[in-house]
């Protein structure tokens, strides 16, 4: 026999489900970044200040790799060279972020990166459109390449966050996408974090192109979410070129600047 007071749990509970269904309705959810209440409807779940305060990448950087260079004055920064790139360090011909990977940013990209908010996507190809504008033809290409994950990770996530954003800028631009040409054929060490010596062995030779690609004498605009030490840029450009790729421009959507590529890195590991 039912306990008296059965019936009564039952109807508190399923009062319950239609107060939480109310409350999702009326309370439209906040800022995935800061939480304040979204005011206007919007796909990107994220409030016009948290989007206001993204850092953008000072035009006082370096011209081939654009690491940010503050303390030069602009005339000076238009003609040196990070440490880097003055040993010659990567095999793309130049990268550009449109911003700082910290801050609001760095959530924003997190959020693409684990729960695939796709006009987010979208919205980075929006600023990485800007970017492109203000260089002018130095990043002109023929096709847009993301970087690829391995094959098991990209399976484990579902999707591949540099191509959420290199899908929709590649539609913007009217260039031809090309999400396959690229493959990662080693994958990245499970570890967590990565020392920037583990970075450079990590992803040296861990990138390929696909039989039969075609990319001879190609353009390729490489995209990512993030460029750190420039390791897997530089890595997946020395693929490409490997297969007869014109040159290789990289674009990502951030950049971090407190983990800077010591001179001479890659001299250090051959
Ligand atoms: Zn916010
Ligand atoms: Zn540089």
Redesign the pocket.
Known sequence: MQAPGGWRRGVLGWMGAVCDAVTSVFFPAGCRICEQLLSTASRVPICQECLDSFQKTPQRR?E??G?PLPTLSPAEAAQV??P??QEKTYAFEKARAYGIYSGALTQAILLLKWERIEPLGALFAERLMEVIQQEGSTLAADLVVPVPLHRARERERGYNQAGLIAKPLARKLSLPYKAVLLMRTRPRPNKQALSIKERWESVRGAFATRPGSQVDNKRVLLVDDVMTTGATLDACSSALLESGAKSVVGLTVARAVENPLPAKVRGKLS
């Open positions: 370096c081939t790799c690491l060279l990070c880097a790139c």
